[in-house]
């Protein structure tokens, strides 16, 4: 149907709704407590219409976003039109729309005149909700229960006002209350921003113009999604890719998909991928949602406007009881952080057979999950801390990958070593780019980081939560794989204990973590990188003289730092026949 909305308005409108959720954003992060909420701006802010359609969004968290407007559908099925002006739902359960539990959704309704128009809602990662560890993303878990409080569904804030007692109920299960509540006050903060925001252009525009833009926006976002996706050839693309171990045993977990493309239409179908485990690697469906939508969004053209528009043409099947649809209560802390990631790396791999100059060499492939906490010994009060770790963007046709970076469903950022300082019993000693750890490929792999740091308390409880220990992120086209991740502990007699990407241990004061992230993979043969790259490569200190030689075929005199392009010319070619045999 023709908008009743002129071009101009629906331009203005459609900036004004995604700037308010950027503006949300913005009020969230410094009214926030945490380091991990405003320093690492782990959360993510949206707009939906009166029935619960995404609308708008900022350019925030990929998993928390895909999966947030499944959480709004599922939160209001359940309330339906008893949410009044006013009012707030809190949810985390991640079977009724979540992602994990320490994901916390505040879903507000925007009422013009007494007419709901639309509804804002943000989504923060709480860095303890209770559960086994501090942090509560412990990998050894066997069930939901252990991971955290579960919230369902309920009204925090009931006419403007904060229910004290569902606060003080949440707050009774979590190891740190006032940062929690802090935290929570500013998610309030920013819901009530967006709701005012609305009611602004509603009283500017009128709420019907308001509303027809909403609905234009999304037929127009239809319209440019369609006219990409028939730009993919048709056909059917296959591919799998592996999860190491699941926290409790040491099989890896096969997830397989295979994309079909028939005009204007896509099917994404996950038949075939292994059933849901006993660890916490499991992915509610919301999560496995918001990996499809990523990558779409990823091969297409990322200034169309994202909303529900951009997802209409996509058909998702997924087994009920795997591990991307896990049954209730199949624990899921993993499965937004770490299965999130495999499932993005399986979806490029399949479509780089379709579209392969728009789809990446494999990412890190893990968010690197540090979460450590104790008792502070003056206060005698808990404390957390949680941080994901940057590693390396896989090479990309014409471009290296890029180093030290958050990949794919999280993009988060670097969390300051001065802030964590100030904050929490914890001295840093390391921070730097890992040397040949990406992938060698025509367009080399970004490179992992090494961060370490020593603890200043008596003890506490460290818990690891990653991926990409033992299979290497891989590259794509003749490129080459990129370091696998490690993580170490150096005890105060110099003894170094070698852990598993998935652990729960204790430390004492003096021990040394050691995060090693994994690089990014490469991109084409490395045999055709230009000489000239390798040589600022290892002026950088990214690549090693050897591996300039292994991988690269190129020689460089270590004396004067240059390039024999003669010697490197020979070997090259060598090397190429070597290949050819």
Same mark, same amino acid.
């Given at each position: 149907m023709r908008s009743r909305v002129s071009p101009l308005t629906l331009e203005v409108l459609r900036g004004a709704l995604t700037y308010t959720a950027e503006e949300m954003g913005i009020s969230l992060r410094k009214s926030a407590y945490s380091p991990n909420i405003k320093e690492r701006m782990d959360y993510s802010c949206a707009i939906f219409d009166r029935e619960g359609r995404l609308v708008a969004q900022a350019e925030h968290i990929p998993v928390h976003l895909g999966s947030m407007a499944y959480t709004v559908k599922m939160c209001l099925e359940r309330f339906g039109e008893t949410l009044h002006e006013g009012d707030m739902l809190i949810s985390n359960d991640p079977y009724i729309g979540g992602t994990h539990l320490p994901d916390i959704t505040l879903?507000?309704?925007?009422? $013009?005149?007494?007419?709901?128009?639309?509804?804002?809602?943000?989504?923060?990662? $709480?860095?303890?909700?209770?559960?086994?560890? =501090?942090?509560?993303?412990? /990998?050894?878990v066997t069930e939901l229960f252990q991971e955290g409080i579960i919230i369902p569904p309920v009204r925090l804030v009931k006419g403007g006002a904060i229910d004290r007692e569902i606060a003080e109920l949440i707050m009774s299960n979590v190891r740190t209350p006032n940062v929690r509540m802090g935290d929570l006050r500013a998610q309030v903060a920013a819901n009530n921003l967006g709701v005012r925001r609305i009611i602004e252009l509603a009283d500017r525009y009128g709420a019907e113009t308001l509303t027809s833009a909403m609905d234009a926006v999304m037929d127009y976002s239809e319209r440019r999604i369609r006219a990409e996706i028939d730009k993919i050839p048709d056909g059917v693309y296959e591919a799998e890719d592996y999860l190491e171990d699941t926290g409790i045993d040491e099989k890896p977990v096969k997830i397989r998909v295979k994309v079909e493309v028939k005009g204007s239409n896509i099917k994404f179908d996950y038949t075939g991928t292994d059933g849901q485990v006993d660890g916490p690697v499991n992915a509610p469906v919301g999560v496995t949602i918001s990996g499809v939508y990523f990558v779409l969004i990823s091969i297409t053209d990322p200034t169309i406007p994202i909303n529900d528009g951009c997802f209409r043409p996509v058909k998702l099947i997924v087994p009920e009881g795997c591990i991307l649809n !896990?049954?209730?209560?199949? =624990?899921?802390? &993993?499965?937004?952080?770490?299965?999130?990631?495999?499932?993005?790396?399986?979806?490029?791999?399949?479509?780089?057979?379709?579209? =392969?100059?728009?789809?990446?060499?494999? &990412?890190?492939?893990?968010?690197?999950?540090?979460?450590?906490?104790?008792?502070?010994?003056?206060?005698?009060? %808990?404390?957390?801390?949680?941080?994901?770790?940057?590693? /390396?963007? #896989?090479?990309?046709?014409?471009?290296?990958?890029?180093?030290?970076?958050?990949? $794919?469903?999280?993009?988060?950022?670097?969390? !300051?070593?001065?802030?964590?300082?100030?904050?929490?019993?914890?001295?840093?000693?390391?921070?730097?780019?890992?040397?040949? @750890? &990406?992938?060698?490929?025509?367009?080399?792999?970004?490179? /992992?980081?090494?961060?370490?740091?020593?603890?200043?308390?008596? @003890?506490?409880?460290? @818990?690891?939560?990653?991926?990409?220990?033992?299979?290497? %992120?891989?590259?794509?086209?003749?490129?080459? %794989? /990129?370091?696998?991740?490690?993580?170490?502990?150096?005890?105060?007699? #110099?003894?170094?204990?070698k852990l598993r990407s998935k652990c729960v241990v204790k430390i004492e004061r003096g021990d040394i973590l050691i995060v090693k992230t994994p690089g990014g993979g490469g991109y084409g043969n490395p045999l055709l990188r230009d000489p000239n790259l390798v040589l600022k490569d290892v002026l950088d200190g990214l690549v090693s003289l050897e591996s300039a030689r292994r991988d690269y075929g190129v020689v460089i005199d270590p004396k004067d730092m240059k390039v024999n392009l003669e010697e490197t010319e020979r070997l090259r070619r060598s090397m190429l026949e070597r290949t050819a045999e």
């Open positions: 879903i507000a309704p925007a009422y $013009h005149g007494g007419r709901l128009v639309a509804y804002v809602a943000n989504r923060a990662h $709480h860095s303890d909700v209770g559960g086994r560890a =501090p942090g509560s993303l412990a /990998g050894d !896990p049954k209730r209560p199949a =624990p899921v802390a &993993g499965g937004n952080v770490e299965t999130s990631q495999r499932n993005v790396d399986v979806l490029f791999k399949a479509l780089a057979k379709a579209v =392969p100059r728009r789809v990446c060499a494999a &990412g890190q492939g893990t968010m690197n999950n540090i979460c450590v906490g104790g008792l502070d010994p003056d206060t005698g009060k %808990p404390w957390t801390f949680y941080e994901t770790v940057a590693g /390396g963007f #896989g090479g990309r046709y014409g471009m290296d990958g890029v180093d030290g970076v958050h990949v $794919h469903m999280t993009n988060t950022m670097n969390t !300051p070593i001065e802030a964590i300082e100030a904050s929490y019993p914890i001295r840093f000693l390391t921070y730097k780019f890992r040397a040949d @750890s &990406g992938g060698p490929g025509r367009w080399r792999g970004g490179c /992992g980081v090494e961060r370490s740091w020593v603890l200043l308390a008596p @003890s506490a409880t460290l @818990s690891i939560f990653a991926e990409r220990t033992k299979i290497s %992120p891989w590259g794509l086209f003749g490129g080459k %794989p /990129g370091a696998k991740g490690e993580y170490l502990i150096r005890k105060a007699d #110099g003894k170094t204990i």
